[in-house]
């Protein structure tokens, strides 16, 4: 079994501090993993992180931090456009890499990503590891079972809000909480369906399986925003929805908008011939049972934010020290990649897109009861 992993965090914004500094500071994953680095290109927001999180060293430049010995992987807590760049400079230089989401935002990247760290014998986990969750696990044995019948639709999504623009985290005058949300309204990360609707796409995708086909239709309905005064200026589409084939006439709709939600936020309803989960319930069964935990969030983690991200932080931990491996794969997440880019593709040509990814959807045996 490998020591301590040295965790280097890439970017001290809102997910960096939420997600990796405050999780993977607290004393009970010292023995596995401690905070080896953290950058930021803000001047003086990396030094601030480090001081008050216990972080070994703090850089402005990226290069920097890949360059310290200490680091033996990264969780790259950059704008989703930065994504590839980023994790490509990690793998040449040796680390093991957790994604926030999105891994990518095009399947080109994703190969890229997926080979290289193939060819170079290094770990690879992407965020969001929604199938570790075992209401989600339950969900997909129902319907391996049969207990829907023959399925019909779907329908999932989630809408972006003003959410990054009113999160507290953002509102102070510090520069550790003063985190200019501008990327996420912006090409070629910004939007809901990279930032939000990829949650619901791992889980009706975890759930049901991959899909084969998608069309869309795709715009931009607020065009200018405003955080603290400053005027942002939108390009990236904030009112996307998807209607999916999965073969044998089985559809699905998918949305990430810019405001409203049907059904529960990102948590798919799933109809069939014999029965239907609407809102995480199978008739009177309810999917989600007490003490439900993902394997590692337990104490102060459960009570924490961004728990789910810790999780997926530590099944890279598991996979370096233990050669375990995850749920959580490089391959179901450019799947879902996929489905956005190419969706964002046949809203802009009226073409309906064969998607070219697949994944191994979780088998029978190997789900929660």
Known sequence: MADRVGMGVVGAGSIGIRAALMHLSQDDVQDRVYLAAVCDPVPGRAESAAAEYGVKAAYVGYEDLLADPNVDAVTLCSPIGLHYEQGMMALEAGKHIHFNKTMTTRVCEADDIINTAKAKGLKVV??????????????????????????????????????????????????????????????????????????????????????????????????????????????????????LDFGDNFFAFVYGTVTGLVGDWAQPDIFGTEGAIVKGKLGEMGFVREGDHEPHVLGVHAQMGENHVFEDMMQLVDMIREGKSTIATPEHARHVIDIIESGYRAAETGVIQDLTTTFDALSLDSLAN
């Open 126 to 243: 992407a965020s969001p590891g929604m199938m570790l969750m075992p209401g989600y696990q339950r969900m997909r044995r129902a319907i391996l079972e049969g207990k829907l019948g023959t399925l019909a639709w779907a329908a999932a999504g989630a809408s972006i809000g003003g959410g990054h623009i009113n999160e507290p985290i953002r509102q102070h005058g510090d520069v550790l909480r003063n985190i200019d949300p501008t990327w996420y309204f912006r090409r070629p990360g910004g939007g809901p369906q990279y930032d939000v609707t990829v949650y619901a796409l791992h889980n009706l995708t975890g759930v049901v399986g991959p899909a084969k086909r998608v069309t869309a239709l795709s715009g931009l309905v607020v065009p200018v925003r405003e955080f603290k005064g400053k005027q942002i200026e939108c390009d990236m589409d904030d009112n996307t929805l998807l209607l």
